[in-house]
């Protein structure tokens, strides 16, 4: 047997805060950020006989998931607690669900390089987020945080089947992508409000799954994908070495890049699992859950489709823009104000994508706003600048967003467009040159390519390129 003889099978458990104003149980706030313990109350900080009140929002919201990802919505739910002891949790107990789920059975498909791949989604359901401990290195102190207790999560669990850290990248991504369209989560990975427990195991092609590790609130793609790769070498080493996977939750170095064991993996039973008897039963009509059904916005799927009917754009392009919401609002609106929306997808696909890839920085956290991009393709396209100078527009753009017109005029920037001014760059360079003079003259056109590309580069990229060219061509067309 060799390695290629194992499969390897991942299953990702995914936890969104939903993006509600107040938590699922109380009227406390889910603002991000506040100093400790200021947005609590004896509900979410588990005061002995304070009630729990359902957030109907959570439910609406939790509904709008399900729909989106192909789910059955239930019409007969129920919560349940879930009874661990955590200082991070004084209820000593989880309020989720356990055997009545609000969504069940759906999928997502995402694109693989077989082409697409539906992934099942097991079950979705709604449970309160537990607070933090913060670990002060200084004084050896843990202190508890409790705003971010009774925050509405909603868990969406995957079927065991993902079969490659691309895989499960692809499928993280487009989740993320789809909770983003409907706006029941801002998925802020940054602060842990888009988060996985990510489920590994290997085995033989042909036999039972084999035993699984799960390596819990991982919340960066490069790290998840990592510690799969990881996990799935490790297993195999194990099992060739006639060895067993212990079933065993892990913990995720970044640094050194291998997993560590935490503990033996607890069972459903070790949770004593028993319906909320604080909570009424969840039932929903066949109205309520049409309702929202109407009320979801178009989906990323629906997008692509449209941009591919509509626009003369190519798969990858329009892959790339509606993968996100936010981009794929910017290109909508950038490109009606200045109405060239070829120039705005190539702006977006390659320089925007590229700085968004260089600062790790989310689409949705883009500074500038859609006229300022579009007033930049607009000066491009009046010629006050080239579009190279354009690149470092946009790069001042994300740095201090203002209009594209200010930042031009501070930086001296515009384009030289003064025929004399151009000329003189052109004879100079030309004489600095003689080679690819030759080289032009004995049919070779990429010498003027050089020659353009040296006169830009003695204008810090100010000279209008269509005048160079011409003026290139002209002044060598002169000589003998
Ligand atoms: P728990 O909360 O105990 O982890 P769940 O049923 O909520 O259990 O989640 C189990 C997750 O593990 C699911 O995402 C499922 O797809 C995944 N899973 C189950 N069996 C395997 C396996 N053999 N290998 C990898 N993943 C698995
Ligand atoms: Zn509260
Ligand atoms: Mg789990």
Same mark, same amino acid.
């Given at each position: ?278 909570? $009424?039963? #969840?039932?929903?009509?066949? *109205? ?5 059904? !109407?009320? +979801?916005?178009?989906? @990323?799927? %629906? ?110 920037? $515009?384009? #030289?467009?003064?025929?004399? *001014? ?5 004879? !100079?360079? +030309?004489?600095?040159? @003689?080679? %690819? ?44």
């Amino acid at each position: 047997m060799s390695r290629e003889d194992y499969e390897a099978v991942i299953g990702l458990e995914v936890h969104a805060e939903l993006s509600t104003k107040t938590k699922i149980f109380c009227n406390c706030s889910t603002k991000f950020g506040g100093a400790p313990n200021t947005q609590v109350c004896p509900v979410c900080m588990g005061m002995p006989g304070a009630l729990p009140v359902l957030n109907e929002k959570v439910v609406e919201y939790a509904v709008k998931a399900g729909l989106a990802t192909n789910c059955t919505i239930s019409k007969d739910s129920k919560n349940d607690r879930k009874n661990y002891y955590y200082p991070d949790t004084p209820r000593a107990y989880q309020i989720s669900q356990f055997d009545k789920p609000l969504c069940e059975h759906g999928y997502i498909e995402i694109d693989t390089k077989n082409g697409k791949k539906k992934i099942k989604i097991l079950r979705i359901h709604i449970e309160d987020d537990a607070g933090k401990l913060n670990h002060d290195d200084f004084s050896g102190d843990s202190l508890v945080d409790l705003n971010r207790a009774g925050v509405p999560l909603i868990e969406i669990v995957s079927e065991p089947d993902i079969a490659s850290s691309e895989e499960a990248d692809a499928y993280l991504k487009k989740l993320k992508s789809v909770l983003e369209y409907i706006e029941v989560s801002d998925c802020k990975m940054e602060e842990g409000s888009y988060r996985a427990d990510v489920n590994v195991s290997v085995h033989k092609k042909g036999t039972p799954l084999g035993t699984r590790t799960e390596c819990k609130n991982m919340s960066s793609f490069r790290s998840i994908s990592r510690e799969i790769e990881y996990e799935i070498e490790r297993q195999i080493d194990l099992l060739e070495a006639g060895e067993r996977v212990k079933q065993q939750t892990l913990r995720w170095d970044d640094v050194s890049g291998k997993t560590f064991a935490m503990r033996s993996k607890e069972e459903a039973q070790d949770y004593r699992y028993f319906p909320e008897p604080d909570l $009424a039963a #969840i039932k929903l009509s066949d *109205e309520y859950i049409q309702k929202i059904k !109407e009320s +979801l916005p178009e989906l @990323p799927e %629906s997008r692509k489709e449209r941009y591919l009917g509509e626009y003369n754009m190519t798969e990858k392009e329009v892959g790339i823009i509606t993968a996100s919401k936010y981009l794929s609002d910017l290109f909508e609106s950038a490109s009606e104000i200045c109405g060239n929306r070829k120039s705005v997808s190539n702006w977006i696909i390659s320089d925007i994508s590229r700085i968004l890839n260089e600062k790790e920085m989310d689409a949705k956290d883009i500074p500038f706003t859609a006229e300022q991009l579009a007033h930049m393709v607009q000066i491009i396209d009046k010629g006050t600048i080239s579009s190279s100078i354009g690149k470092k527009v946009l790069e001042e753009m994300f740095e201090n967003p203002r209009e594209p017109e200010e930042i031009v005029k501070e930086k001296g920037w $515009a384009q #030289i467009s003064d025929e004399g *001014e151009i000329r003189k760059v052109v004879s !100079e360079i +030309l004489e600095a040159n @003689p080679q %690819s003079v030759a080289d032009f003259k004995a049919g070779k056109d990429r010498a003027l390519g050089f020659l353009v590309g040296q006169a830009m580069k003695a204008t810090k990229g100010k000279a209008n390129p269509q005048l160079l060219n011409k003026l290139f061509v002209e002044e060598m067309n002169k000589m003998s």
